[in-house]
């Protein structure tokens, strides 16, 4: 343990990831004694780093990239530079090569996209203007109300006034389109023909487990095709940790208490009040609140007992969906990687996909439990964000994919799904032959391979349940007011003091904190609810 654990504190929260750390942040700052309590050693949930890979290159263990980070008023607001943050981008934000060798390429400026799409097909760069500046009037707005606890009332406002500038209902209808589709209608008369701006959308879409034919796929799509546009796909300087790092140095200037190594054993639930946590057999009161920063199957399951919620409320939570699993593949590279054709501009994020026929494959053989024959695959290539990762000359690499989480059979082959078998290596050599053929002798300049494998991932992160990296599928009946279970899309449960704030609560998925400021913001409220009565 880093610190004594006290007797009696104002708040425990349970996880110290990265929305465990904005909790227990934005209650320090109300000037609450917080304790942050974490199973791991290290704090960081999904924001870690390492050398294990190899003694010269950091690999960023889980997550890599940050635009909902740079674009979420909750991170920003928390100035993390003043503690040692610093952000880097690529040369391009993100890449498609095609198997011909030609780039599709997203490029921070807009101008320099537009151009690069014009040349694949032309007019494709004047639709791309359009559907940027589209974004550029209502993107803030929207990210905020989407970020925001249910109902988004100011920020939702200011998405309606904005809306008849946009489009108005033809807007909506383009966030709720499929993704493969999304760009099929014109922009302010402007017309998408080629196939580089879909597949741009379909494979930022990707990134979340709605499958790009799936109604609703075109708001993560466009939203991160967006961001990109506009803030960029940026990276922690020396680590993904680096960030943890600089939210837990602003913690502890707070006067904030942070407890690793020991795992909460259970929630004390008085009277149907959460009053504190029982950590290595010893009992911690809190006097205000407790807060989850942990998945809300892991809540209900090993934290509290049946006694302490409505049966209604633990078969709803029995129906919450897990995202599919994931097999994630770490690479020290010798030299670059060798791509058949070189981009104009070297990119950070590289989605590596034949066609958008293909990606519909793959999610479907997803869908019916199968292992993806011809796996989609989404790389980072972290030197070349960020010069610090490897030394100089060499690439700092990873590659991810996603499998079932329950496994029937294998589209490609005789896998079984064995993740702690030898199912793991060997689906790898499966990813690495795709990068393979999209970069010839890739094979040769592989220093060292670590494959983290679904089980493998939760083995380091409990969340990840299953290996599954969103905290819970991004199906539209599990967002917004439905997520974790139909109610207000707010961080309460149904344990009066004690609130979620995980990836498993509304906004779900990817590193913004607002779930931890969502239920920071809950406790604070509920306290101030509930102190004139204390007083009374």
Request: glycine share 12%; proline share 7%; aromatic share 6%.
């Amino acid at each position: 343990m880093i610190a004594p654990v006290p007797a009696t504190v104002d708040a425990v929260v349970v996880g110290a990831g990265p929305n465990g750390l904005v909790a227990a942040n934005r209650l320090a700052d109300a000037g609450w004694e917080v304790l942050l309590v974490e199973a791991q050693t290290d704090l960081g949930g999904a924001v870690r780093s390492d050398r294990e890979v190899h003694p010269d290159f950091v690999h960023d263990t889980f997550s890599a990239f940050y635009p909902m980070a740079a674009a979420s008023p909750v991170i920003t607001a928390l100035g993390l530079e003043a503690y040692g943050l610093r952000w880097c981008q690529a040369p391009a934000v993100l890449g498609h090569p095609w198997p011909d060798g030609s780039w599709t390429l997203l490029h921070r400026d807009v101008e320099v996209t537009a151009a690069l799409l014009d040349r694949e097909h032309p007019g494709d760069g004047d639709a791309w203007l359009a559907l940027v500046e589209q974004w550029r009037r209502i993107g803030p707005a929207l990210v905020a109300a989407l970020l925001s606890p249910m109902p988004p009332v100011r920020h939702g406002l200011r998405v309606a006034l904005t809306l008849p500038r946009v489009g108005g209902l033809d807007f909506v209808q383009r966030l709720l389109t499929p993704a493969r589709h999304t760009l099929d209608a014109p922009v302010a008369g402007h017309g998408f023909g080629g196939r580089g701006a879909r597949m741009l959308v379909a494979g930022n879409a990707a990134h979340a487990d709605l499958a790009s034919t799936s109604a609703g796929s075109s708001v993560i799509g466009l939203l991160l095709a967006m961001l990109g546009q506009t803030v960029g796909f940026p990276v922690p300087e020396g680590g993904a940790g680096r960030l943890t790092e600089a939210m837990a140095a602003r913690f502890r200037a707070r006067g904030g208490l942070v407890s690793t190594g020991v795992p909460v054993d259970r929630v004390l639930v008085e009277r149907g009040r959460a009053c504190g946590v029982v950590i290595g057999g010893t009992a911690v009161r809190a006097r205000r609140a407790v807060i989850a920063g942990i998945g809300v199957h892991q809540l209900v399951q090993r934290l509290l007992g049946p006694q302490d919620m409505p049966q209604r409320h633990l078969d709803r939570v029995r129906r919450f969906r897990m995202d599919p699993a994931t097999v994630k593949v770490d690479f020290a590279l010798s030299g670059p990687v060798p791509w058949r054709g070189e981009p104009a501009y070297a990119p950070g994020t590289v989605h590596v996909c034949d066609s958008l026929d293909e990606l519909s494959a793959y999610e479907g053989q997803l869908a019916a439990d199968l292992i993806p024959e011809s796996p989609f695959l989404l790389i980072g290539q972290m030197t070349t964000s960020d010069p610090t990762r490897s030394p100089a000359g060499t690439e700092s690499l990873w590659a991810y994919t996603h499998v079932p989480q329950r496994v029937r059979g294998d589209a490609g082959g005789r896998l079984t799904g064995d993740w702690d078998g030898d199912d793991a290596e060997r689906y790898a050599d499966r990813m690495q032959a795709r990068l393979e053929a999209y970069a010839p002798g890739f094979g040769a300049r592989v220093l060292a391979r670590r494959v983290l494998s679904p089980t493998e991932l939760e083995r380091r992160d409990a969340n990840l349940v299953g290996g599954a990296v969103g905290g819970g599928s991004s199906a539209l009946d599990q967002q917004l007011v439905f997520r974790p279970v139909p109610g207000l899309g707010r961080a309460g449960t149904p344990v009066r003091g004690l609130f979620l704030a995980s990836a498993s609560a509304h906004p779900g998925g990817a590193v913004h904190g607002a779930g931890g400021a969502n239920a920071a913001r809950a406790a604070l409220w509920s306290d101030r609810l509930r102190r004139p009565r204390l007083r009374s």
